[in-house]
């Protein structure tokens, strides 16, 4: 299996996954006989998918990958806890370059409140066991002024998606995942 990616940034303007994704499609269809593109819809309103119909590509099922992350839980929270705001290791990480930066909030502080009014909680789905990362989740809570909950997810999900997506069996355990038991 090869890894080929197109930049996660491209969740601030979602036409640019539609394009770049495309773009890519068109690189890698003639050297692979299957390609997966494991990216939710995140925003494309279908255009993803319109895509892949031209490819021998697939992507598994859901609407972004928080969805492929909690799971079942995914529809619950989206009824009992509709001010859930999602974050992942990445977003985590990259906080102040695809929020703060990206969506302005550096020159327009303002924006906030509009922005993020009606988040009540922020759910962390925790990929690694990094403090840093977990540190770092509080203190965007504490700047929403919002609850936080770590989830201790591991990497298991998006494997599994990626097998079923692929045609073959979930793992039992994580490949590598540092949140795998023993």
Same mark, same amino acid.
């Given at each position: 299996m090869d890894v080929h990616g197109v930049s996660a940034l491209h969740h601030l303007n979602p036409t640019l996954i539609v394009q770049d994704v495309d773009v890519k499609l068109a690189q890698l269809s003639t050297e692979y006989d299957r390609i997966v593109v494991l990216y939710g819809d995140c925003g494309t309103m279908g255009g993803l998918d319109e895509v892949l119909q031209r490819y021998p590509a697939a992507r598994p099922a859901g609407v972004n990958c928080y969805e492929w992350y909690v799971g079942d839980d995914y529809q619950r929270l989206q009824h009992e806890q509709v001010g859930t705001y999602f974050l992942t290791d990445w977003l985590v990480a990259n906080w102040d370059q695809a929020v703060i930066r990206g969506l302005g909030l550096d020159r327009f502080p303002w924006l906030k409140d509009t922005y993020f009014r009606h988040i009540t909680h922020l759910l962390f789905l925790r990929q690694h066991l990094d403090p840093v990362l977990a540190e770092t989740a509080q203190t965007i809570a504490d700047y929403l002024g919002v609850p936080l909950?770590?989830?201790?997810? $591991?990497?298991? =999900?998006?494997?599994?998606?990626?097998?079923?997506?692929?045609? $073959?069996?979930? =793992?039992?355990?994580g490949f590598g995942s540092d949140l795998d038991p023993g």
């Open positions: 909950e770590i989830r201790e997810t $591991g990497t298991l =999900p998006i494997e599994r998606v990626l097998l079923e997506a692929l045609g $073959g069996n979930a =793992p039992s355990q």
